[in-house]
């Protein structure tokens, strides 16, 4: 379905697992960082709202999208995490700047994840305007921040439920 036809930060709000148990890192971009912070007050207020503690939700900025992987190696190399969630937001210009920073970033977040065996969360819009991204940083197509902290929390859970598995003979059903 088009995103224009929906809020996209709509989610199973009953079913989503507690976040009470879980440390969080979030990295968040300054540049844009209109939709950028809109992004983070969406993701750390969901994350409050499923039971995360306030001190075990660590956050760093850093300058741009694309150094969000860094940032996010840097947090998960110094705090126990069990999901890192990367904010930013590249507005397509006038060069393809957008499609570089967008492929990179999401590289080294999937990168991230199969080194770290953590889940490293890509919470960047890539709008092609300003408006489009002010649409989903709290407008009229949700927060994208919101949807990033569901990721992470449900992640984080899947994460604990196999490791709780490990170890045991057999197939579970």
Known sequence: MASALKNLSKYDEEHM????????????????????????????DTLL?????????????????FELPAGAKMMADRYKLDAVI???CVIKGET?????????????????????????????????????AKDRAGGKHGNKGIEAAATAIRMAELKHQLKEQQ??????K
């Open 17 to 44: 697992p507690s976040a009470s148990d879980y440390h969080f890192g979030i990295v968040v971009a300054d540049w844009n960082a209109e939709i950028t912070h809109a992004l983070y007050e969406g993701c750390y």
């Open 49 to 65: 709202k499923h039971g995360a503690k306030a001190d075990r939700i660590h956050t760093v900025q850093v300058p741009g999208s």
């Open 86 to 88: 990367c904010l930013g």
């Open 96 to 132: 393809r700047h957008n499609e570089y920073i967008n492929t990179a970033v999401a590289g080294g977040l999937t990168n991230l994840s199969m080194v770290y065996g953590l889940p490293f969360i890509f919470g960047v819009l890539t709008p092609n305007d300003q408006q489009q």
């Open 167 to 172: 170890g045991k003979i057999g197939f579970s």
